[in-house]
């Protein structure tokens, strides 16, 4: 078995601050104060009679058992009372121990179920930075490895933590009652346990975290084959991989033998030293008990009924000592598990400022603009001013940018003094090489992050002001990375509109061309896609990203690669209906197929975060510039 407290992780992990931490679990547990009250009472309970239990050896066998050797006719009912009594104590004990264990169960998933609905509530409202930066496994992490180290720690860990102290103490108070002299073996038995425990743990320790590291290099290793297959079989690099991999394997190997080795020997070892201490126990103890009878014995003297009780704490009293060494480090490992979950609660959500709200409208003839709650298919924008007064915009789709200024980690510049306007049904495209900066004009559109330099208007209106649930409802975006969600294809259409009708999501299939393939599919609409949609092409996942940009019906349209997994001939089958989706709309393309932004009203070239060059298709071409460069080069590439 692995050290005490390594477990899965294999090394301990240790919280940077206990204490706060322990504070703040522990105000999980308010509205549990009764039964954690029981839960105490119960472990006390269930300790006491364990104690009491064995303690009752004693007059058992000193005040029946010997008397009753060779007596003729013994009386019994007082040795069954006794035997009785003990029962009653032992059965307590076990229920004690079924209440506490039962109890803590219910409060753990309780204190878990919030807390995870905490972070998932929390996380939803984080910026897209935080996932820029942080790693989906380790976010996934503390869902998984650090709830449950947390639920190990609530449910077991502590109870067992207070039942063992409780356990050493009583125990090692009857010890002195019954016998002082023998206490002081024991003592010397408990030091010489625990300079092994510690020669052994801390060198089991270090091979374990070779191990952990061993590990994380196969596992990463095997990731990266699996998911490269393709590769791996078309450069015919299996030979080389299967090398490489037998090192790590064979690293993995040394350090897992000679982690499991110190592991492995550490109980054995404190097995055979607890007979040891057994034995001699025995020894010393039936030594003294032959001198009881000599008045010179003083105390010393110990009766066969004490040394019996004596002999049986001795064998419960190393196991809870192990016992509290193991809950100690796996409460450690679970307080580490909680900082982390607590920093992911502790990030700071997305700032929202905007006031300005999008609503349904109706608009007469003299663009007297009105707010209904039925469908109109017409928006606006409601603003509420400082002095109380309301004032209604329609939503049209145009979109400035003015001395934009944008940087990641305020360091590295990615948008430098970036203009440009869009108007109202204009599509504008952005085209430049991999790093420019195009994608990240869009992020900004979208209010996935704020600009520091520079303003951002909608309609006239600063972004700013705008609330950014009511801007991204305003928006339409296809991402170049298609994510699909365990469901029906129904429903992942539906994504862009809750509110959309089936007849709607058909509409809005056809418009993106997938209306075919859906109708091929074994149940139609209705087929389930699971795995991010695994079942379908990749060009298939992006034609339901279309439609599900195409049944928001938004006034602006972002295609951030939408065609980049799309054939030609799939391409050219939804120009149409691409075309039917982006009437009347502002629509903003990000495309390395300059084919696909021939017909833009404008193409914007951006460079190291700048907008070198700006016109339509023809006028570039004539300059003979970097456009032309780009687009000659792609020409003859196909």
Known sequence: MPPMGKGKQGVIRKPKNTKKT??????????YKFMLFIVVLAVIVSSGAN?????LLKPVINDYIVPFIGSQNPDLSGFIQVIVFMLVIYVIGALSSW????????????????????MFEHMQRLPIKYFDTHSHGDVMSRYTND?????????????????????VISVFIMMIILSPMLTLLVVGMLVIMLIVIKFIGKRSAHFFKRQQISLGAVNGYVEEMIEGQKVVKVFCYEDKSKQKFAGLNGSLEHAASNANTFANILMPIMGNLSYIHYALTAMIGAYLTIISGNSDAGFLALSIGSLAAFLQYTRSFSQPITQVSQQINSILNAMAGAERIFELLDENVEVDNGKTTVVRAEIDDNGNITEV??????????????????????????VEFENVTFSYDGKKTVLNDISLYAKPGQKIAFVGSTGAGKTTITNLINRFYDVPDGKIRFDKININKINKDDLRRALGIVLQDTHLFTGTVMDNIRYGNLEASDEDVIKAAKIANAHWFITH??????????????????????LLAIARAAVADPPVLILDEATSSIDTRTESHIEKGMDALMKGRTVFVIAHRLSTVRNADAIMVLENGEIIERGNHQDLIEKKGRYYQLYTGAFELE
Request: charged content about 15%; glycine content about 8%; overall charge positive.
């Open 373 to 398: 709650n039925h469908r109109t298919g017409r928006w606006a924008w409601k603003q509420v001013h400082s002095n109380g007064q309301i004032s209604y915009t329609e939503v049209c789709g145009a």
């Open 521 to 542: 599919l074994p149940d139609g609409y209705n087929t389930m896609l699971t795995a991010d949609g695994d079942n379908l092409s990749q060009g298939q996942r992006q």
């Open 22 to 31: 322990a504070k703040r679990l522990f105000s999980y547990f308010k509205e």
């Open 51 to 55: 104690v009491l239990g064995t303690y």
């Open 147 to 167: 709830t449950d180290s947390l639920r190990m720690m609530m449910s077991q860990s502590v109870p067992q933590l207070i039942s063992s102290l409780l356990t």
């Open 99 to 118: 209440v506490y264990n039962r109890i803590m169960v219910s409060v753990s998933c309780g204190v878990l179920y919030k807390v995870r609905n905490q």
